[in-house]
């Protein structure tokens, strides 16, 4: 059963920090196999790359069939449902408008002293996005990846995902080509990883590796972290539903569900006030696990991550929420903006009634990659500042130099940095 | 002697690229010993704090001398130079006013389909500063640290700083003083960055551990994170200057050092059109190296690490510019804009011939902590936004939701997650 926690119960700190702390992760220690592959893809190449993908993917590859051409990803997309390639557009076009309000200010002024300052934003030159095969191959996650890298203005993005026996998800195809993706290659695991990194004969390197993946692609997205840069590595889901008593229990208990079902490891937790509605709500989740097509998935999370917790008002679900952290927060509540303004950390925020966590996996336009286990302390969800990097500019003349030189000069002697201060004075003609 | 091509040379692409993958770093493998540290701090708490500095700081500590008290930092910084003090200052003033340019825009709107979508920036709550003991405690590097964490706002600040039987740079508390830092301690290596990281009965944990340090520092950051947030693990620093002959060499040759002083594993390279011209230059720099203070370190790092390269003609040096993706771009050059537009990769550039990088490492406004070992290619200077985080917001009414819910349902059907789609449709009353 899932916890079923009281703020008033005398042991509740305990078993907060219990569910706080609890390990959901199953750490597996797959470095030094993944360091192998990563050696022999960076000496060998493409050579290195067929031999993994026919081991593990069983699949049998020449260098001219790394990449899936274009024939084919045309009539993947021919063999889709046109109502769920529709749906993929619409979800395009939302993210794509929602990215477009992140593109950074570029600025270039002089200043009082007379100093030329600027920060210039520019678009990474090239992006790899790592795409999970078999059951966690998510069309939505390709759009959510992929788009903010096409906002940001990065020229190329080249896609990488494991065909297992050759099988491959059509609309992962198809929502590839709508995002804009411009090379795709079927070929997975850290061998692929690999390939992006370092470059193949027929894969050239990317600047940085994005996308969800297993503890291997975690691993080498770690290990090549430097080479390229890498974006968070993301830990199992989670979900935080604020609800009050006047919810329809049924509505909340399908919102936990809808994280529970992603992953045994998933975590899905609901506060209330109202002590009915909880239990309302508990039977409610019993009652869809006898239908759900993923009820088995769904139903393991919910009884090993799932908690409830009671409190006595709204007020005091702030300091849990911020401490949870957590990645997707639902406000289920007659006023969600004045709790919403209380938050501190949450990775999305969902405000009302009619805002199930899945309108923002979909459709709704910011971005589903998001901070998991309580890092929505310190990051943010994934977006078009992670494909493009800073340049600050300085430029001073004569003048400029003459007035803020010498005060430099002063701070690199005091920090016994001698060829500092002579690199200005020389110029002040001192 | 540094490095001496000439990209008509037929042996170029070879020795530039042996130039461009060269290890300066020397990697200890400490990961073992600092886990162990980490461990220790994690279940002790100040008793092993206490025990690592007694051990490897030679200092005897108790609790209530882990924090340095208001009087110590005051008299510190009353025993400083007042010369200093001011140009600390300034400097601060000019971080500041730079900095804020770059606080982001929250937006908060209900586009055409009526729906509620926001991104909310919010500081991070705490954060932790890493600041070395010994030679490299550069009282300019805690403001560039500590200034951007500020003007985000956030709202604890905790400085860490070993004090090696008991020294400690007076200048390092006046620029913590005069950056806002609120909590000073005098503890250094693995078991600082661990107290930051889980807490202890004296220090409160932080949210993200910012600052360089040694080889400990470094191994213990990677392992805390995810536990914590961390800025970017610094290689050794390098500097590029694109100068053509009609600059004073002796200039160049002192900017060049600038760089090579720092330390014996930096990095300097010049490039220039003019053959006479980087003769003079590596002349001048054999000059110089005879009065500097840190002419033994510069001398090695130049020795070892520098490299002059001849081209053809400036727009030759971009591409080379863009593959070695400097941390630091000095163009000293007639038109230094037109050669600016025309390179990507660069942490900083400093424009013209009176901009030397000292300028930029004291006193400009832009921060020094950029890029290094050819990250400039993926990531950008540390800066007020490394310092915040973002929340999106959603939020539908029943019609909004009748709009976009469909589609969202169908999407969640094609991935087969029928929570995600049962949640969006008992909303739509289906």
């Keep these: 059963m899932p916890r079923d926690l009281r703020t008033t119960d005398a042991g509740f700190e305990a078993d907060f920090d219990r569910l706080l702390h609890a390990k959901r992760e199953s750490q597996s220690d797959v470095a030094d196999a993944v360091a192998e592959v990563l050696r022999d893809v960076r000496l060998h190449g493409d050579e290195a790359l067929i031999k993994y993908t026919s081991r593990w993917d069983q699949l049998d590859l020449t260098p001219d069939r790394l990449r899936i051409a274009e024939c084919e990803i045309e009539a993947a997309v021919a063999a889709c449902d046109p109502e769920v390639i529709e749906a993929l557009k619409v979800a395009a076009t939302r993210i794509e408008a929602f990215h477009r309000r992140q593109t950074p200010d570029t600025y270039d002024y002089v200043d009082d002293a007379g100093v030329r300052l600027g920060a210039r934003w520019t678009p990474l030159s090239a992006v790899g996005l790592y795409v999970p095969g078999g059951l966690a191959s998510y069309p939505s996650s390709v759009l959510m990846n992929a788009i903010p890298a096409k906002v940001a203005g990065v020229p190329r993005l080249a896609m990488v995902v494991p065909t297992p026996e050759g099988a491959l998800s059509p609309l992962v195809l198809a929502a590839a080509r709508i995002a804009g993706v411009d090379e795709i290659y079927r070929v997975g695991g850290a061998q692929a990883v690999a390939a992006l990194a370092y470059g193949t004969a027929t894969i050239r390197p990317v600047d940085k590796i994005v996308g969800p993946g297993n503890a291997y692609v975690a691993a080498a997205k770690r290990q090549v972290f430097g080479t390229v840069g890498i974006d968070m590595i993301a830990g199992p889901s989670e979900i935080l539903v604020v609800a009050d008593g006047a919810n329809d229990p049924s509505w909340i208990a399908a919102d936990l569900l809808s994280q529970a079902e992603h992953d045994s490891s998933a975590q899905s937790i609901l506060i209330s006030d109202d002590a009915a509605f909880i239990q309302a709500v508990r039977a409610a989740v019993d009652t869809h696990l006898k239908t759900l097509p993923r009820a088995v998935i769904a139903g393991a999370s919910w009884r090993n991550n799932g908690a409830t917790i009671l409190v006595r008002d709204l007020d005091e679900a702030v300091a849990l ?26 990775g999305a925020i969902f405000l009302g009634r009619y805002t199930p966590e899945a309108i923002g996996d979909y459709i709704a336009g910011p971005n589903h990659v998001l901070p998991t286990a309580r890092s929505a302390r310190f990051s943010s969800g994934l977006n078009v500042l992670d494909f493009m990097k800073r340049t600050t500019l300085v430029g001073c003349d004569a003048a400029s130099l003459g007035r803020l030189g010498p005060q430099a000069a002063i701070l690199a002697d005091a920090e016994g ?10 110029r002040l003609g001192g």
Tied chains: 1, 2.
């Excluded at 929420?321 to 950390?345: I, M, N, Q, S």
């Excluded at 940095?417 to 020389?426: E, P």
């Design 321 to 346: 929420v911020d401490r949870l952290a957590p990645e997707h927060l639902e406000l289920a509540v007659a006023d969600p903006d004045a709790l919403a303004a209380k938050v501190t950390h949450a």
């Design 417 to 426: 940095l001698g060829a500092h201060a002579l690199s200005v004075r020389v």
